[in-house]
């Protein structure tokens, strides 16, 4: 279980800004970053074998990426009648190419047992990074201050990204690998609107949301499983162990991705009082934790209905030369909808064909109360 690990990353970038004309601007560059990692550790069995596998500062990870980006932005109107008013509207487009890199636990010979999920996390030592291809394209609406619409599309190609799979002869066990090839692609809408503005009084009531909604692939022809001492192809794995009436696809869902996401919020701001309070909501939608091989079926993580509040309050007198108080208290409630029940609860099933899901994960996290008190002292 125990091993040293490091990590030096050289980087440079150049960017530039280039004005085309009053309405087209480019901004493009390219980042460059040379990544070395070394490991220090030996399996659990180096005392007793010798023939073990024992690294001494060895290299693991020495790669060298040259990660182009450009930013595209077409002003289609601007106009204003007073500094609230501001409306423009923008044409957005973007490319850029971006790496993941394996942690240290992941890339390595470690076996780390968790005592509480009785469960053990190995580690793979021959990892690669994950290259990804980012583009988007935006349009988005400003009609008033801090008062936004747009809406959005987007793909990303994720070569060698890094899954969790289950590891067949010991179910409780689990490994990192590399899944070949994945795409990305989807669609967000977002929006923020000013509900009540008084600029004399000093409050004001905003809230927003942004959906988005997402599809992920990876071909299971393209990703190898251990099976045995030897690697079969996951799709072939699939096939090999599917139930009667059950059709194997030879795509599925990128680990890790949900399919959609909501996010929403609600901000209330009294200047004039000192006061300020916060709603926040968000909910993703089911995806996949951890990719099953052999009879192990996959384990999907379940939506998670996230409702936090923060409030927070200034106190005292304004000193000469300062904006606010020196007295701020605060207090914050976090999982408020694990009163309502499950969707409050972190949840993880195995689900397989026309099967009952069953539990592989059950977290109550409960609801965190807080409050703090501050005085900033100049």
Not at 65 to 89: G, M, Q
Not at 231 to 252: C, H, L, M
Not at 309 to 328: A, C, L, N, Y
């Amino acid at each position: 279980n125990i091993y040293e690990a490091n990590q030096m990353i050289s980087s440079a970038y150049v960017m530039n800004e280039l004005p085309i004309n009053k309405k087209f601007v480019a901004t493009y560059g390219v980042r460059a970053e040379h990544n070395i990692n070394r490991y220090t550790g030996q399996s659990n069995n180096a005392q007793v074998d010798p023939t073990a596998p024992r690294y001494e500062n060895e290299v693991v990870l020495n790669k060298l990426n040259i990660l182009p980006s450009i930013n595209l932005i077409y002003k289609i109107r601007k106009d204003a009648d007073s500094v609230r008013l501001e409306r423009s509207t923008n044409f957005r487009a973007a490319y850029t190419q971006t790496v993941a890199r394996p942690s240290f636990r992941e890339i390595s010979i470690s076996q780390i047992y968790d005592p509480i999920q009785n469960r053990r996390y190995l580690g793979n030592i021959d990892l690669k990074q994950t290259l990804i291809h980012n583009a988007d394209i935006r349009w988005e609406h400003f009609y008033g201050r801090t008062e936004l619409v747009s809406v959005s599309g987007f793909y990303k190609r994720f070569i060698n990204p890094i899954e969790i799979i289950a590891v067949p002869s010991a179910p409780n066990e689990f490994k990192p690998i590399n899944a070949g090839y994945a795409n990305v692609f989807g669609a967000e809408f977002e929006i923020r609107k000013t509900l009540v503005y008084n600029e004399t009084k000093g409050h004001n009531l905003m809230a927003g949301a942004n959906f988005t909604y997402v599809v992920s692939q990876i071909d299971r022809r393209e990703v190898r499983v251990q099976s045995g001492d030897s690697t079969i192809v996951e799709y072939d794995d699939r096939v090999k162990y599917a139930r009667v009436g059950e059709e194997v696809d030879f795509f599925r869902p990128m680990y890790g991705q949900s399919p959609w996401i909501v996010n929403a919020f609600v901000t209330y701001k009294n200047d004039s009082i000192g006061l300020m309070a916060n709603l926040t909501y968000n909910v993703q939608g089911k995806k996949l934790a951890v990719i099953g091989v052999g009879l192990i079926p996959d384990v999907y993580e379940q939506p998670f209905h996230s409702l936090n509040m923060k409030i927070s309050k200034t106190f005292g007198k304004v000193h000469e030369g300062e904006d606010s108080p020196r007295w701020q208290g605060s207090f914050r409630a976090t999982n408020l909808l694990n009163f309502v029940g499950d969707i409050g609860v972190r949840r993880k099933y195995y689900e397989a064909y026309e099967a009952d899901p069953q539990i592989f994960e059950y977290l109550n996290p409960g609801v965190t109360f807080s409050v703090s008190v501050t005085y900033t002292i100049r």
